[in-house]
């Protein structure tokens, strides 16, 4: 059975920093591309970042770009997203998910962690 379990959310202070895991077991961790999306209240899941199988190429969403790193321990089968100078509209649920390609949609991904929330105050 398939398991992505994200940990590390909480509540930060604006300009504050978190670093959010996720887990993962019942896959082949290091055959899969790896990712980050997030959904704030009354919003649709987007994009925050993604990494390719063996950690060596990433993009991000222009959101998350200079502030945000996306990275990955093969060895531990874990996903990483460091998140630096936080800001209030970053609060949100954030999931980890993977698949087979990289990318930014949510159709590239097979599975889903069941998300941990992230608070920005002001």
């Known amino acids: 059975q398939v398991q992505l379990v994200e940990s590390g959310g909480g509540s930060v202070q604006a300009g504050g920093s978190l670093r959010l895991s996720c887990a993962a077991s019942g896959i082949a961790f290091s055959g899969y591309a790896m990712a980050w999306f997030r959904q704030a209240p009354g919003k649709e899941r987007a994009f925050v970042a993604a990494i390719n199988q063996s950690g060596r190429s990433t993009n991000y969403a222009d959101s998350a770009k200079g502030r945000f790193a996306i990275s990955r321990d093969n060895a531990k089968n874990t996903l990483y997203l460091q998140m630096n100078s936080l800001k209030p509209e970053d609060t949100a649920v954030y999931y980890c998910?993977?698949?087979?390609?990289?990318?930014?949609?949510?159709?590239?991904?097979?599975?889903w962690g069941q998300g941990t929330q992230v608070t920005v105050s002001s």
């Open positions: 998910a993977g698949g087979f390609v990289p990318g930014p949609r949510l159709l590239d991904y097979n599975y």
